[in-house]
């Protein structure tokens, strides 16, 4: 029992559905004769092989001190989910559809390419609150249905990296490290949205000036710059990096101080 505690599965009194028999394979359906289980019977498998999914998963542990009742009140809520007669949660799910919610879930909270960016506001969600939060009447099972939303590729790591270092250097004299964990999606964007317009004008800069795709320091720096002397730095949001109005300012802000061939500048 010591041992299955330190592996994170049920306790006993449910124990005996983990050793039947076609617990790790394939369970067959109900009119089969391989398994005799009553339809009840056959959901509590289900749930017990949906609690031991999460612990196979880098997902909150549930505290030894707790162990027994959580699970068994998992089982529960997740007996009634299954069988649509769950007093406060009224979707019906599926055994395959909550070990998806369960794997959609895991991305979300444990890969930084999909949303949430600010990954503190999921990562205690423990095992019990996530199938059903009695305090709240609610479940994530229902939020994680379909799959996270994937973060914008990083096309140019090093900018993005660039412009969370002079952001942070300028509004609040700290590092990109203060503003990486909650923002750096914006900052992405904001890069991404560099890139193209680095390479968008390309055969437009002064060859002398150093400005291209591949050498885009001096355009970071000129973005952080108008961004500075906008009028509200103080309450700018890295969001507003990546918008029109901000590329605009760069963009006149590097046409008046040489960085465009003067055959250029009558489009300013």
Aim: glycine share 4%; with cysteine; charged share 25%.
């Amino acid at each position: 029992m010591q041992l299955l505690r330190e592996q994170q599965t049920p306790p006993a009194k449910i124990l005996s559905l983990f050793n039947h028999p076609n617990f790790e394979s394939k369970i067959e359906p109900e009119e089969s004769p391989i398994i005799h289980l009553t339809p009840t019977k056959l959901v509590e498998l289900h749930a017990t092989r949906i609690i031991k999914h999460w612990f196979s998963l880098p997902l909150p542990k549930v505290r030894p001190d707790r162990f027994d009742t959580v699970c068994e009140n998992v089982v529960g809520d997740l007996v009634g989910i299954m069988k649509g007669e769950h007093p406060k949660i009224r979707t019906k799910l599926s055994f395959e559809q909550i070990i998806k919610c369960i794997n959609h879930f895991n991305l979300a909270r444990n890969d930084e390419n999909y949303y949430p960016v600010d990954k503190s506001k999921i990562e205690k969600i423990g095992l019990e609150r996530f199938v059903y939060n009695k305090h709240q009447n609610t479940s994530y099972l229902t939020i994680y249905l379909d799959p996270p939303k994937t973060l914008t590729k990083d096309i140019n790591p090093q900018l993005t990296k660039l412009l969370m270092n002079g952001f942070a250097k300028a509004q609040w004299g700290s590092t990109a490290k203060d503003i990486e964990h909650e923002h750096r999606f914006w900052f992405i964007l904001a890069s991404n949205r560099l890139v193209k317009y680095l390479e968008e004008h390309q055969n437009e800069f002064q060859p002398m000036m150093g400005l291209s795709p591949q050498r885009p320091e001096k355009a970071a720096e000129a973005l952080i710059t108008v961004a500075a002397k906008s009028g509200n730095w103080n309450t700018f949001k890295p969001k507003w990096l990546s918008n029109q109005y901000s590329i605009n300012n760069l963009d006149l802000w590097l046409r008046t101080n040489g960085f465009f061939k003067l055959s250029t500048l009558r489009h300013v």
